[in-house]
């Protein structure tokens, strides 16, 4: 569920902390978060001098010294927390999936109440290679209309699906895909290559305009007792109250009053206004 401004949102508070410090100690507490091998993962990693941590699509990308990358992937609910001074393996929240010592004393804890994120470590070269082939980041000055008007052309996906695809456009989910169409009035339905160049420029301000103002938020958080997203200091987002279609089922449209309307479409919810999204 975490998507573009909720990983922004995590990286930027990383960013702050990681960078320069070592990593001391390791605990993989739920092997299955772990993709590939979890002894392996933590033999790299401790020691590992941190170099940088940013965001590609929906990844949080560490760099480390040594010429590998420490990727994150958070899926439906993972989070990172940052704790100032340690604690003990009897103060951790529940579902801490991991946690990792650094030399400062501070300590990283992964949560994830659904263990569905994958955390990995791959030699630089080869995130490179798979880095490259996910599209254009749309807050990047290589996301423009006539870039995204091509890559509408040439698809016969309906919108939706089109958006959801990372090797299109990276880092767009469920969630800013409907809120994106909904502002383009735009139907998750309509096919990609009958966008067409006008209602192509409209997709493409709907786009950065909701993802900037919601990494502005600090992202969107979900539900009540266990959120699907808080922020590394344990907050949640702000942008909840200014979705306007999605989670929203049979409540009226602020823009016409239509009742907005829940489909599926590859598995996935879809929430559109009918009536003035075309
Ligand atoms: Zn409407």
Known sequence: MPELPEVETIVRQLAKVLPGRRVERVQILRDNIVQ??????????????????????????????????????????????????????????????????????????????????????????????????????????????????????????????????QRRIAGLGNIYVAEALWRARLSPRRRAKNVGPVRARRLHRAIVEVLSEAVGGSGTSLGGTYLNFADADGDRGDFYEALNVYDREDEPCRRCGGAIKRIVQAQRSTYYCPTCQR
């Open 36 to 165: 590939g091998s979890p002894a392996n993962l933590t033999r790299s990693l401790e020691g590992a001098a941190i170099r940088s941590v940013t965001r590609r699509a929906k990844f949080i990308v560490v760099e480390l010294e040594s010429d590998r990358v420490w990727l994150t992937h958070l899926r439906m609910s993972g989070s990172y927390r940052v704790v100032k001074n340690g604690g003990d393996n009897d103060s951790l929240p529940v579902y801490t999936r991991a946690t990792f010592d650094l030399e400062d004393g501070s300590r990283l804890l992964y949560v994830d109440p659904r263990t569905l994120g994958r955390l990995e470590i791959i030699p630089a070269v080869d995130w490179a290679a798979r880095a490259a082939r996910l599209g254009p980041e749309p807050l990047s000055p290589a996301f423009t209309a006539a870039v995204l008007e091509d890559r509408l052309a040439a698809s016969r996906q309906p919108l939706k699906t089109f958006l959801l695809d």
